[in-house]
């Protein structure tokens, strides 16, 4: 079946650096979305794809739909406390919606 | 709060056990979601229910049964489980099933089987 491939899966970094997290895929997705899960909750949706290409910001969050539509990036500029979290692709078919396993983002003060 | 409310947050349950996982939203949303959440696996998605049809059944074991009485609620009855059950079950809500991607999550269940 589709399975994406995220990387890398933890990243140990000092406050106030940039952050750079990538899945990629032998499959073509439709969509791609990026998600936060902190410590105790659910994943929450940062960033939603549609279109090869595309490039979008959140705050200092920015992702961008790869042109061959089988790849993902998502890069957090200035890091801050609250960024620590794990965050995960997902890549969007016809039909099904797969998950990446996950980065592990963890900040040194 | 995303507003999608599961109950309870932690279950310790034994292999004989029966219990249910309840999952509640007041967003409006047609469809919901039942994920199992491994350490160091993808998210699973196990279940899916539109408009309270269930749509979407991955394959998962007769031990886990899915109940939908209404857009707003969802139940996850468990029955004679194993330990490598032991998982966070997170429930999700979304305004269409075509828009699984969008959805919202609670905060899940934390199951332990012993």
């Known amino acids: 079946g589709q399975q994406l491939n995220q990387s890398p899966q933890s990243m140990f970094i000092q406050e106030g650096e940039d952050v750079s997290m990538n899945c990629t895929s032998s499959s073509i997705f439709n969509t791609w979305l990026w998600y936060k899960q902190d410590p105790g909750e659910g994943p929450v949706l940062l960033i939603a794809l549609y279109k090869a290409g595309e490039l979008t910001s959140n705050g200092r969050l920015t992702a961008q739909f790869g042109i061959t539509r089988k790849d993902s990036f998502l890069n957090i500029s200035a890091s801050i406390p609250s960024d620590v979290g794990i965050y995960f692709c997902a890549g969007q078919g016809a039909q099904k919606l797969v998950f990446g396993q996950g980065t592990r983002l963890t900040i040194n003060p | 709060e995303t507003g999608v409310t599961q109950t309870p947050r932690h279950l310790v349950m034994g292999m004989t056990n029966k219990k249910s996982l309840k999952c509640e939203q007041h967003?409006?949303?047609?469809?919901m979601y039942w994920y199992k959440q491994s350490a160091k696996k993808p998210l699973e998605l196990m279940f899916v229910?539109?408009?309270?049809?269930?749509?979407e059944n991955n394959s998962v074991p007769s031990r886990f049964s899915p109940e939908c009485p209404n857009s707003s609620h969802l139940f996850l009855h468990l029955h004679t489980l194993q330990p490598e059950d032991s998982a966070l079950y997170l429930c999700a809500s979304s305004q269409e099933a075509w828009r699984q991607g969008e959805a919202f999550f609670g905060q899940g269940t934390r199951l332990t089987v012993v």
């Open positions: 967003l409006g949303h047609n469809a």
């Open positions: 229910y539109n408009f309270k049809e269930q749509t």
